[in-house]
């Protein structure tokens, strides 16, 4: 496995230790935790709500004046 050299301001370094203690893991395998998931390739599609997905493409045929209004007359 290479080996990486990284420059970190000790106080960070002091932390991340205490961070990495507490939880059981080496500093090594954070780092590489941290670069595996910046380096993913972004997904394509984005997971959205189900709560959006049943919704979606409900209004493509709505009235934009209607609903106005709609509105009005609810809120008067």
Known sequence: MPKLTLTVDDR??????????QRGVSISGMVEAYLAAVAEPAS?????????RSVRGS?????????RKHLAAKYR
């Open 44 to 52: 394509p599609v984005t997971r959205d709500a189900p709560i959006l």
């Open 59 to 67: 209004l493509k045929k709505a009235d934009i004046n209607e609903y």
């Open 12 to 21: 960070v370094v002091s932390r991340a230790k205490g961070y990495a203690k």
